[in-house]
């Protein structure tokens, strides 16, 4: 309808811890290999967040950077939503943890929890509260430290998982309507209770009282995956009207290599549109979309106007996309 508000994205940021774990590295600890782990997943690093390195404080480096983007400071910021699964404390939320640190003392901040799906999900609650006029300019942030879950003995879960940050300022701008708006221009969630065991983290407060540890049915999530994003997409491209051609960047999650491959085929996207960051990361959960919008942003694939379609599946399952207006 004309007139209606857009959530408009007009900052970007991101933040890697300083340490880099190789492969060569964990082959020293576990009986693996670059070849194996690479032929598998893609992947060939991660970073690896060290002590003063909590999830709150890589949030904070990517929303202080992003805000730095968008020319913003805290004051002008009237809504938080932190998307992590490796939250410094059961309560209060990394994103009021992050407000103080800005130095608001206004609006609201919470947490959203869907594991890889979270910052989908965060834009999308996010696009909610700004195109109702409820508020104006909201922090999205994805940001977790998934190295304080693994077992650092089970080389089919440590080996895929890395540290990281990534934010982005969406604002209330006027639209008209039509996709060629600026700012998100649908969003799909999904989610499915019953595969809870397949991808989970074996502990908690109201069962063990301990932190737990990362266990997953690799094989399982895999079968699942493909076939997720492609409902997700594909419902996002009806929604609009459009194909995998009109797509100008296809920024998937960051879980496995195969993946994104198979996935970008059966949707129609051609190779040279899809944005790739495993390699350098690993799967920094609700992190990596964010981290790997910043990487092509900032090499100069992203550019303003551009049609961005981000996705993900994660634990529980969760699965989700977006399609964003650059």
């Known amino acids: 309808m004309p007139g209606q508000l857009r959530s408009v994205v007009v900052g970007l940021g991101a933040y890697l811890p300083k340490r880099i774990v190789s492969n060569d590295d964990i082959a020293k600890m576990l009986e693996t290999s670059d070849d194996w782990i690479v032929q598998r997943t893609g992947i060939r690093q991660r970073h690896v967040a060290g002590e003063g390195e909590q999830t709150s404080v890589l949030g904070l480096r990517a929303a202080q950077a992003a805000l730095a983007d968008a020319g913003l400071s805290g004051a002008d910021i009237d809504l938080i939503i932190v998307a992590t699964s490796t939250p410094d404390y059961t309560f209060p939320a990394v994103a009021t943890q992050i407000q103080a640190a800005l130095g608001m003392t206004h609006g609201a901040a919470f947490d959203v929890q869907a594991v890889c799906s979270g910052f989908v999900y965060a834009v999308t609650t996010a696009d909610k509260f700004l195109i109702s ?4 300019r909201a922090l999205v942030i994805g940001a977790e430290t998934f190295s304080k879950l693994l077992d650092w003995s089970d080389r089919s879960t440590c080996v895929l998982f890395g540290d990281g940050a990534g934010a982005i300022v969406l604002e209330a701008r006027p639209g008209t309507g039509r996709i060629s708006d600026r700012g998100v221009l649908t969003s799909q969630l999904r989610s499915d209770g019953r595969h809870l065991t397949k991808l989970y983290v074996d502990g908690g ?13 690799g094989r399982e999530v895999f079968r699942h995956a493909v076939g997720m994003v492609s409902d997700v997409v594909n419902a996002a491209f009806e929604a609009t009207g459009i194909t995998g051609a009109d797509l100008d960047w296809f920024v998937p999650h960051q879980a496995n290599r195969r993946i994104i491959e198979a996935s970008a085929e059966k949707l129609g996207i051609a190779p040279h549109k899809v944005v790739v960051t495993v390699d350098l990361h690993g799967n920094t959960s609700a992190a990596s979309i964010p981290l790997a919008l910043a990487k092509a942003r900032d090499d100069g694939r992203i550019k303003q106007g551009d ?8 634990g529980g399952f969760t699965w989700a996309s977006a399609l964003i207006r650059w």
């Open 133 to 136: 006029g409820s508020h104006k």
């Open 205 to 217: 407060p109201s069962t063990t009282g301990t932190t737990g540890h990362l266990r997953m049915a």
């Open 307 to 314: 049609l961005v379609m981000i996705e993900a599946m994660g």
